[in-house]
């Protein structure tokens, strides 16, 4: 069983729409954090949420922490080519904790 | 800029040979791991270290062991490598003040 699940897992869409990525738990988490990986890279990290409720923006992308900090959602609007990507959401368990928990990852596709 | 570096990022192994996959950094960060990633699966730990010599194990360590001599260096080592261990391989570091892991461009393992 994942501790993390992440949906949907594969999403294609065309360019100019808007799509929300679910990341959600049973476990509480200290923050949460978003990475996209484009292929033949390793993952890069987009955003951290530490806060219940916590809301933050990377330009076209809108991230969500749930108040229980059990879940997380990121949002694209008007999603472009370049958006094209694997997105992961990574939780930390507890306080400085070593180690990250994992979604299965969206692989996104944006058509042109 | 932090730069993790991966020794090959492809490799043709047959089954029952010994595998070493390395890893580098080069910002002096404390914590290195090992992960392998599998299609609906994402990123699973398999070893990760907090400090030269030390290792601690992940939550699939079965059929690999790990060594860190110096501290911008950690080793991923196949001891006997089976089929089921064909997939891609991520190293991180992560520097002791943050949740933050920066990857590698990953290694992808066939093992035939």
């Known amino acids: 069983t994942q501790l993390l699940e992440q949906s949907p897992q594969f999403l294609s869409i065309q360019e100019g729409e808007n799509l929300t990525v679910y990341c959600n738990s049973s476990?509480?988490?200290?923050?949460l954090q978003w990475y996209r990986q484009e292929p033949g890279e390793g993952p890069v990290l987009l955003v951290t949420?530490?806060?219940?409720?916590e809301v933050k923006k990377l330009k076209r992308l809108t991230f969500q922490f749930g108040d229980a900090r059990k879940d997380s959602s990121l949002h694209i609007t008007a999603a472009q080519p370049g958006d094209t990507g694997l997105y992961l959401c990574a939780g930390v368990l507890g306080q400085g904790a070593q180690k990250l928990v994992f979604g299965q990852g969206t692989r996104l596709t944006i058509n042109p | 800029d932090v730069k993790v570096t991966q020794s090959s990022r492809y490799l043709v192994k047959r089954t029952g040979e010994k595998v070493f996959l390395e890893c580098v950094q080069d910002?002096?960060?404390?914590?290195m791991f090992w992960y392998r990633q599998d299609p609906g699966l994402g990123l699973r730990l398999i070893y990760f270290?907090?400090?030269?010599?030390?290792?601690e194990k992940g939550d699939i360590p079965e059929g690999y062991s790990v060594s860190r001599e110096k501290k911008e260096r950690f080793s991923l080592i196949l001891e006997s490598a089976s089929t089921n261990q064909t997939s891609m391989y991520l190293c991180a570091s992560r520097p002791q003040a943050t949740d933050t892991q920066y990857f590698g461009p990953g290694t992808r393992l066939t093992v035939l």
């Open positions: 476990s509480v988490f200290s923050s």
């Open positions: 270290s907090y400090d030269v010599k030390m290792k």
């Open positions: 910002m002096d960060h404390e914590n």
């Open positions: 949420v530490v806060t219940g409720g």
